[in-house]
């Protein structure tokens, strides 16, 4: 059987669609955070309230909803998650200006927003091991992971700019509708394509009984390295891109002083970054260390760390020509991480379960996501300053690079030989 009858050119389509939804939930994800002063002081409520309600109750049911979306994806395929998460997307969002005063439903709307996004985020391991050939595979969880921040990127500029424009901070997250909508059609085209590739056809795995492999799989201790590899990493890009933008935009001694407008942009080349070192990291990988992972995710965590703490000195942030490359730096090492460590899955581990693999690992690793924004948060709100909030990223990079040196391939994984 040739390769174009195992893997339909349809894949491309199905990523386009991975990638559009992806790019959807970094956008709601960030929405809140360029304009979380504005929406503080309209509730009544402090930053670091603000911050740990809206951006904390969000990051905890991606959690949720990637487990979900790996579930899912491995008994119905990718399309059913498709829908789901751009409905989700667009109910949680759509709804926000009917209820702008009532904050016990915002957070609501802010939960079903991250069980849909959630969901995305959770099945591009499947994608990847599904529907592409071991050689791409890398590249497409580099793409996923480009998406994320493309999506923040035009979120932090999008949200500010709607803003700007109509004077209202909820009809500015009302606009930003549009894109769950564009998922959402974009997902029924998918329904009507080829289906994937059977997975027998493409594995050596015996696939008879993904329980057994599963549970073959929860034996192995890089199994819960994945999770903290993520884990870590979710705590440093969701406390960095939470908090920094209003560190940035507020006036001191608080903040730098730049204003939202500003900040956005300096936050936007963070994504950029992200984006780029999504790529690089995915191609360092393949072709430099010849598909070894582990050196490619210390190398991230080294340079995230050293790059985020390093916006605390005034000095830095102070000097618009300095702080534009060490953020630049932040977001390029961050962007090593969650693609390889997704990658690392699809490639070593069974392909029926790799939806339900990579579903836990996002689910549980973007716990540390949540663990950030409230470790941020109550740093804000007990010292009135971003300095502490700063220095315990630096930390948890560290913490993050010691994780890394266990990141070894399992030695039993399923009833396979070593997928090549």
Partial sequence: MNNEMVYPRFRWFILLVLWFITVTSGIMLISFAPLIGVIAGQLGLSLGEATGAFMGAFTLFVTIGAVAGGVLVDRAGVVPVFIASSVLLLGGDILIPLFSDNFGVLVALRVIEGLGAGAIMGVGSAVAAVWFPAKERSIVLGIQGLSISLGIAIGFGTAPALFEATGSWTTAMAGLGVAPAIGIILALIAAFGPKAPAVENITDCD????????????????????????????????????????????????????????????????????????????????????????????????????????????????????????????????????PNVQAFAAMHYPANIVGKLGGLWMGLGIFGGTAGVVAGSIALHTTGLYQVSIVIVGLIAIVGLGCALFLNPPRIYCLQKKIE
Avoid at 209 to 230: E, M, R
Avoid at 234 to 255: E, K, R, V
């Fill in 207 to 338: 696939t008879s009984d993904s329980n057994n492999n599963f549970k073959l799989a929860l034996k192995q201790p890089v199994t819960y390295i994945g999770v903290l590899c993520i884990f870590f990493l979710s705590w440093i890009m969701q406390a960095f891109n939470d908090l920094t933008p209003a560190f940035l935009a507020i006036q001191p001694p608080i903040g730098v002083g730049y204003g939202p407008v500003e900040a956005g942009k300096y936050m936007m080349i963070v994504q950029i970054a992200f984006m780029v070192g999504s790529l690089v990291g995915s191609f360092v990988m393949e072709k430099v260390f010849k598909r070894t992972v582990k050196p490619v995710v210390m190398l991230g965590f080294i340079g995230a760390g050293i790059f985020c703490f390093s916006i605390k000195f005034a000095a830095i942030h102070g000097n618009p020509s300095v702080l534009m490359p060490i953020l630049f730096l932040a977001g390029f090492f961050q962007g090593w991480v969650n």
